[in-house]
């Protein structure tokens, strides 16, 4: 399993923190240095739709207006713009063999 995370993120923190807990190996990987891979990009917009991959919310996805240029964009751009800027990519961004996760809920 490869995480990709930012070390200064709560979220990521809860969900390594999780993984820990539960038991589960992983490669931690940071995501801004090293983006997921395009393929794996491409197969998560694919999945789980463009607004899902991204992180909305950050300072980057703002100051660049994409929430209005994102469903005009074809998922090449978006998958080459995402792996540029790994600040863009909704994290953690989990890979699983196949399966791909964004973001994280805490159980409860």
Do not use: W
């Amino acid at each position: 399993m490869k995480v990709y995370e930012y070390n200064k993120c709560s979220t990521c923190r809860k969900a390594l923190k999780q993984l820990d807990a539960d038991g589960v190996e992983y490669q931690k990987i940071p995501i801004r240095e090293q983006p997921p891979t395009k393929t794996e990009l491409r197969k998560a917009i694919k999945l789980l739709g463009k607004r899902a991959v991204c992180n909305r919310s950050g300072k980057d996805y703002r100051e660049m207006g994409l929430s209005k240029k994102i469903d005009d964009m074809s998922v090449s751009d978006l998958v080459d713009l995402l792996h540029a800027n790994g600040n863009l990519v909704k994290r953690p961004f989990i890979v699983n063999g196949e399966t791909i996760t964004v973001g994280f809920t805490q159980k409860v």
